[in-house]
């Protein structure tokens, strides 16, 4: 029997939460404002922004949004952080990655400022988050830890695989999972032996952006399997990067493709943002 964690279910408890915290926020005097930066014009970005914004009006957290031209330059691009970050109106600055190639999106992550860092990738936040001191986390990695205590899914002393070591998933989970006492296994394109490797996983993260790569051959039977995946396929449909019917049977909790991971992400960006206005105070 294999339980499908419900991400949208969780995401939306949380939201109803924080819009109450926004409510307290909003008589001190604060209205709590994200400004999310797009540059270009990528389909699934523009999904995911607009997601964002849905999800913040509906807590009462304004957004700016800032839709810049694929042809930007970085110049361009460091002053508008630079101008958002004296900002007093603007608690959270988001940009969406991927930037276009001519752009350094390390150096861009740098320019924001560390207290209005809404996803929580600035060095110091990073640099924070590895000695077990958080300030801002990122959002993904926050959202499956979430998930994982919703549904009382124990993490200290258990062996973690994750699939991935982006900067945005990847690195960032194996410290918050470290910092729970997991015994943790970072997994990438060169790693041999990967399925043997993740069958040892009592919780399986897969991060890869590779569509439906991790089948049952990977999963030990009564493993946690948490699919990062957002891959659309030519015909729309959207699929994560482990193949869920394969694993379904297998597998003791599965987070779904759509409606498992994706939700948490935007409702643990919602708290974050709260969270930076709470602090600015
Ligand atoms: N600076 C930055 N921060 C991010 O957090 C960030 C980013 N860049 N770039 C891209 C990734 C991806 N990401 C998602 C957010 C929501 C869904 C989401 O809402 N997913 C829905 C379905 C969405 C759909 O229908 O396309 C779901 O899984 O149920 C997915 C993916 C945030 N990211």
């Known amino acids: ?30 209205t709590p404002c994200l400004a999310v930066i797009l540059v270009g014009d990528d389909p699934a970005s523009q999904v995911y922004v607009r997601n964002k914004k849905r999800a913040a009006e509906k807590i009462g957290i304004e957004t700016k949004d800032l839709h810049l ?25 988001l940009v969406q990655m991927p930037l276009p190639k001519h752009l350094d999106e390390n150096e861009v992550i740098n320019a924001i400022s560390p207290k209005k860092d809404a996803d929580g990738l600035h060095p110091k936040n990073l640099g924070h988050l590895f000695m077990n001191e958080p300030q801002a986390l990122p959002c993904t990695p926050r959202g499956i830890m979430v998930l994982l205590a919703e549904y009382d899914i124990g993490v200290a002393g258990k062996n973690v695989v994750i699939i991935g070591r982006s900067n945005l998933v990847g690195r960032p989970l194996a410290a918050m999972m470290i910092n729970v006492d997991a015994t943790v296994t970072v997994a990438h394109s060169k790693t041999k032996n990967l399925p043997e490797i993740a ?20 999963v030990k039977k009564g493993a946690t399997v948490i699919d990062v995946g957002i891959n659309r396929l030519p015909d729309n449909h959207l699929v994560g990067d482990v193949d869920q019917a394969s694993v379904t049977g297998v597998a003791a909790y599965l987070t779904p493709v759509p409606g498992g991971v994706g939700p948490m992400t935007i409702a643990m960006l919602m708290q974050q943002t709260l969270e930076l206005a709470e602090k600015s105070k």
């Open 199 to 218: 069958k040892n996983a009592d919780i399986l993260v897969v991060a890869t952006g590779r569509a439906e790569m991790v089948d049952q051959s990977y």
């Open 69 to 93: 031209s694929a042809q930007t330059a970085q110049s361009e691009l460091l002053e508008l952080i630079d101008s958002l970050n004296d900002d007093p109106s603007v608690h959270a600055i």
């Open 1 to 30: 029997m294999t339980v499908m964690i419900d991400g949208r279910q969780t995401a939306a408890k949380i939201r109803s939460e924080l819009a109450k915290k926004a409510e307290v926020l909003k008589n001190q005097g604060i």
